[in-house]
């Protein structure tokens, strides 16, 4: 593995149930900001819904290579990281701060960052998907440790 960035000309999969709705819309809004494409594959409202629903999709448009990366939101963050991490290839990290953020791209070179956004504050959560998308994998010793992880 050489040193990993985002393919940024790819949009950003984003996901969320009811409780990330909001953080997730304010999400898009940074990264279009920014010049990001974005396919939101949901949900579309605070109305009550089942988070795997969403979960799967932007784990399977990341495993695709449809898209560059995945965020998912939700109250915990832990529904969707067990979901999306189901995927072959989906390395989903819930991050509740930047240090968090970086390490995962650094040491794991996760591919899904998970907002639990019950517990962090929406102006954190944008600066953990900031630091996400510029933080490459270093690769070196922990080459051999992400190859472990897959399930073969």
Same mark, same amino acid.
């Given at each position: 593995?050489?040193? !990993? +960035?985002?393919?940024l000309? #790819?949009?950003?999969?984003?996901?969320?149930?009811?409780?990330?709705?909001?953080?997730?819309?304010?999400?898009?809004?940074f #990264?279009?900001?920014?010049? !990001?494409?974005? %396919?939101?594959?949901? +949900?579309?409202? %605070?109305?009550?819904?089942?988070? *795997?629903?969403?979960?799967? *999709?932007?784990?399977?448009? =990341?495993?695709? /290579? /449809?898209?560059?990366?995945?965020?998912?939101?939700?109250?915990?963050?832990?529904?969707?990281?067990?979901?999306?991490n189901?995927h072959?290839?989906?390395?989903?990290?819930?991050?509740?701060?930047?240090? #968090?953020?970086? !390490? +995962?791209r650094?040491?794991?070179?996760?591919?899904? !960052?998970?907002?639990?956004?019950?517990? =962090?504050?929406?102006?954190?959560?944008?600066?953990? =998907? /900031? =630091?996400?998308?510029?933080? *490459?994998?270093?690769?070196?010793?922990?080459?051999?440790?992400?190859?472990?992880?897959?399930?073969?």
């Amino acid at each position: 593995m050489e040193k !990993l +960035t985002f393919n940024l000309a #790819l949009p950003v999969a984003i996901g969320a149930d009811h409780a990330g709705f909001e953080y997730k819309e304010e999400v898009i809004s940074f #990264l279009e900001a920014k010049g !990001l494409k974005v %396919k939101d594959y949901g +949900t579309h409202s %605070k109305d009550s819904v089942d988070y *795997p629903d969403y979960a799967h *999709p932007v784990a399977t448009a =990341v495993e695709r /290579e /449809e898209a560059a990366f995945g965020i998912l939101i939700c109250g915990s963050a832990n529904g969707v990281a067990i979901t999306a991490n189901k995927h072959q290839g989906i390395r989903a990290a819930i991050c509740w701060g930047e240090e #968090l953020s970086r !390490l +995962t791209r650094q040491h794991n070179n996760a591919n899904v !960052l998970c907002i639990p956004a019950r517990f =962090v504050d929406v102006a954190v959560a944008t600066q953990m =998907v /900031e =630091v996400f998308i510029n933080t *490459p994998f270093e690769g070196g010793r922990h080459e051999n440790r992400v190859r472990k992880m897959a399930c073969l």
